[in-house]
């Protein structure tokens, strides 16, 4: 089985920082693209920033300059920084990733819980 644990939500007055992390682990042979999302309460899940497995990234252009996705390969662990937060950032955070399991042929998309991010004005 493959799973994917978030970690790092909570809550932060606007201005401020938060940094997400999320891990997968399990039977894992490779990770290609590793994604963060968020849905607002009323709103549909939207894509936040994505990294593929040599580290390409695009972000959406409501968190361009103040949000950073990275990746440690090493510890199949991607990351959020996410900084000048404005109330309009609260939502559940959740991430995804394109995992190809051992012994698998193809890559599926596992998603992890989610994290509440509440940033107050």
């Known amino acids: 089985q493959v799973q994917l644990v978030e970690s790092g939500g909570g809550l932060v007055q606007a201005g401020g920082s938060l940094r997400l992390s999320c891990a997968a682990s399990?039977?894992?042979?490779?990770?290609?693209?590793m994604n963060w999302y968020r849905q607002a309460p009323g709103k549909q899940r939207e894509l936040v920033a994505t990294i593929n497995s040599s580290g390409s990234t695009n972000y959406a252009d409501s968190v361009k300059g103040r949000f950073t996705i990275s990746r440690d390969n090493a510890k199949n662990t991607v990351y959020l920084q996410m900084n000048s937060l404005k109330p309009e950032d609260t939502a559940v955070y959740y991430c995804?990733?394109?995992?190809?399991?051992?012994?698998?042929?193809?890559?599926?998309?596992?998603w992890g819980q989610g994290t509440q991010v509440t940033v107050s004005s």
């Open positions: 995804n990733a394109e995992i190809r399991r051992i012994y698998a042929i193809n890559y599926a998309v596992y």
């Open positions: 399990g039977s894992i042979f490779s990770i290609n693209a």
